[in-house]
């Protein structure tokens, strides 16, 4: 399958799984353990940079993260990321009515 950017044509040709795998891994490149990093702010710049279409893709990803985070269960849960997880909870009990295809579709 092939997806345009702004760069040229992507071919797909891996499994999700590892598309998945090689996108986190190069996150976790990233010095993350502040929002502060020099890491963070470049990653935010660059997503600026991104096409509009790709910045909403992105985006999509990002809240649905926090959708599956605000489900997990407690054995999911310790120390390292309970605030992620409470946060999780409260972003989506603040959207009662949320659908992810309404407000953040496809363009």
């Given amino acids: 399958m092939a997806n345009e950017t702004p760069n040229g044509p992507v071919i ?26 020099e890491d963070i702010k470049a990653f935010l710049a660059e997503f600026l ?8 893709n992105i985006f999509r990803l990002f809240v649905a993260l926090v959708e599956e985070m605000a489900y997990w269960p407690h054995s999911y849960m310790d120390g390292r990321n309970t605030a992620a997880v409470s946060l999780a909870k409260h972003i989506v009990a603040s959207l009662p009515e949320w659908d992810r295809h309404k407000y953040l579709p496809y363009v």
Avoid: F
């Fill in 12 to 37: 797909r040709t891996e499994s999700p799984e590892y598309r998945a795998r090689v996108a986190m891994q190069a996150l976790l490149t990233l010095e993350l353990h502040r929002t502060d990093t």
């Fill in 49 to 56: 940079k991104e096409h509009r279409t790709n910045q909403q």
